[in-house]
């Protein structure tokens, strides 16, 4: 039986319809753009992965590390300044960034698994994947020159797939990150992922922005469905019911795989522009091909940033909300047709109802930027903090009109 459809920040029910809704071994197809590919979480497990699947719920509490809310290295200058743009030192870069990347190894109930995390300031607070720390019973943060520390789950949030956590009696001379703008890159820009892919800690590979806002949607998971992978020791995860992790991700060419979950995605001045959180690989049909094919996702900084902080503050995260149900249609807009989030219902006293958003209503932009299905529409508003206001540009019947929200924060006591 298919899973019920998602409670989320867009709606109370989330996408309808089966183009938005995640299937074992499959991630969203959207046509002329991932054909036979499906999306897969770069897993903590050395080598293993499956397709729309990567999250465990998390079981664990926050620990009582104390609170901070400024992250990075404190400026908006990157550590290192390129030359030529067109031609970038990544010596250098790598150089910098790397004393910022840990790898981290978790000990689950059935065994051992490896991923990453990126030092976000310098009271020993590291960001990484939920799926990286959730359902872990110890965890071990390995930094750059191989000294070894225990560490402990600060908050998670599984909704967007993000997780903090502290290292115990963090040394005095930890790196932060220095921190990137996401909101500023452009398609083709040159990154550098950093990270911990397959065991082999200190991995860099390069790459361009492939895509930016590419919705990609991965399914959250229950701890009890890990399965043991025969072929390489690690656990391959199945899928739940839980709600789907919905991102308007980075899409990358530089080379990810299992075990750069949580790890950093830097611009060449090596700024944080993103945390690598998922790939995509080759469906069935094709072999089953689960290394990189030069399509990996991360999740923009400033979601991350957003998010930590407020893991970092109280252990857990607010999300934005608007009041509708969306599925993907499409609507007349004068002689063309366009397609976006079709709204399907809308909340009572919700922000959406209260910006007079309608029944049949399409949403084809947040803030500008296109929407073209749910799962973008989804997207940009998880993206959004608390009390945010957004202009939603809307077609209804056949003209364009512009709509003003202000964002709340999700009810999750079930209204």
Do not use: C
């Not at 909101?183 to 390069?206: I, S």
């Not at 930016?212 to 020791?233: C, I, K, M, W, Y």
């Not at 399509?295 to 979601?303: K, L, S, T, W």
């Amino acid at each position: 039986m298919a899973p019920p459809p998602p409670s989320g920040p867009y709606g109370p029910s989330g996408p309808s319809g089966a183009p938005g809704t995640p299937s074992r071994g499959t991630g969203r197809r959207r046509t002329a753009e991932l054909t036979a590919v499906a999306v897969l979480a770069a897993l903590l497990s050395t080598g293993g992965t499956v397709a729309a699947t990567r999250l465990w719920d998390d079981t664990q509490s926050p620990s009582s590390a104390s609170s901070s809310t400024q992250l990075g290295r404190g400026t908006d200058t990157g550590p290192v300044t390129q030359a030529d743009a067109s031609a970038p030192n990544w010596t250098a870069t790598a150089a910098a960034v790397s004393p910022s990347v840990v790898a981290i190894t978790a000990q689950l109930a059935q065994g051992t698994a490896q991923g990453s995390g990126v030092i976000i300031d310098g009271s020993g607070h590291v960001v990484t994947n939920n799926h990286v720390v959730s359902g872990a019973q110890k965890l071990q943060v390995t930094l750059a020159d191989g000294r070894t520390y225990s560490a402990q789950v600060r908050g998670t949030d599984p909704s967007t797939d993000l997780a903090v956590i502290t290292i115990d009696k963090a040394p005095s001379e930890l790196t932060p990150v220095a921190m990137g703008d996401s909101e500023a890159l452009k398609v083709g820009d040159p990154v550098m992922a950093v990270g911990n892919p397959l065991g082999l800690a200190g991995t860099v590979t390069t790459g361009i922005v492939s895509a930016l806002n590419r919705p990609v949607t991965t399914q959250a998971e229950d701890d009890s469905q890990q399965q043991q992978d025969p072929f390489n020791g690690g656990f391959q995860q199945q899928q739940s019911s839980a709600e789907p992790v919905v991102t308007n991700a980075i899409q990358t060419s530089a080379a990810i795989n299992p075990g750069n979950s949580g790890g950093a995605l830097v611009d060449s001045s090596g700024r944080l522009v993103g945390i690598n959180s998922s790939i995509a690989s080759l469906g069935a049909s094709s072999g089953g091909q689960s290394g990189s094919i030069g399509i990996g996702f991360a999740i923009p900084v400033a979601e991350v940033q957003s998010i930590a902080k407020q893991l970092i503050d109280t252990g857990t995260a607010q999300h934005a909300y608007l009041g509708v149900t969306p599925q993907n249609g499409t609507a007349s807009d004068g002689s063309a047709t366009r397609a976006g989030a079709e709204v399907t219902s809308v909340g009572a006293g919700t922000p959406a109802a209260k910006a007079g958003l309608q029944k049949g209503d399409v949403i084809v932009a947040v803030n500008g930027d296109p929407v073209d299905s749910a799962e973008s529409l989804v997207g940009y508003v998880r993206e959004q903090t608390v009390g945010s206001p957004v202009k939603l540009t809307v077609l209804r019947g056949g003209k364009s009109i512009e709509v003003d929200a202000t964002l709340v924060a999700r009810d999750t006591s079930g209204g």
